[in-house]
């Protein structure tokens, strides 16, 4: 993503000369604070009768608004980081959040870097009251929240568990 930010940017800069690094920079910034438009091609608030590739796999025990799908033929990595399932969810039927689960240390080493890259330096997350002991990461934008957990307790590296998350903000405050 930043990749086409800056290829936008050079191309803006090459067309219109007259446009200041200041305003690219502004037109960079517009483009990141609300966050990623969607994963993978679908994005946030895609009805799920628009989507004939996903899988359903059952609703949300807590609140039955909430469907869980797979995609057939999801390739099964994160920037050839290889992972276990993503799920995406939907909210009365419109989409809002995804979870991607891995497992091991050198998988989320590689997910950190490739996620530092595309959407900046996260936000270091402590545990505390309120926070899960797991959470490593986060980025927050005004529409989107990305997170990153690692249970970094387990005794086995290679097997310990990890989880990306993206939520849709405006639909996610609707869950009950």
């Known amino acids: 993503m930043k990749k086409i930010i800056v290829i936008l ?3 803006l800069s090459i ?19 609300r966050g990623p438009k969607g994963f993978r091609g679908i994005n946030w ?9 996903m899988i359903y796999r059952g609703f949300d025990s807590n ?3 909430v469907t869980w799908y797979t995609r057939k033929n999801d390739k099964m990595e994160i920037g050839g980081a290889k992972v276990k ?3 995406y969810l939907f909210l009365q039927d419109r989409f809002y959040y995804v979870s991607i689960e891995f497992k091991g240390k050198s998988i989320y080493d590689k997910i950190g870097e490739i ?18 002991q797991n959470l490593k990461k986060s980025w927050s934008y005004r529409d989107v929240r990305i997170q990153l957990y690692y249970d970094a307790d387990c005794l086995l590296k290679w097997s310990c568990k990890g989880e990306i998350l993206y939520t849709y903000l405006p639909i996610n405050s609707q869950v009950e």
């Open 45 to 53: 608030t895609t009805k799920i009768d628009d989507l004939p590739d």
């Open 85 to 87: 399932n993503i799920f």
């Open 115 to 132: 996620f530092e890259f595309v959407y900046g330096q996260p936000k270091l997350v402590e545990p505390g009251p309120h926070v899960p």
């Open 15 to 33: 067309l219109f000369p007259e446009i200041s690094d200041s305003q690219t920079d502004e037109l960079k910034y517009r483009t990141f604070r």
């Open 63 to 65: 609140n039955k608004d």
């Open 9 to 11: 940017a050079l191309s």
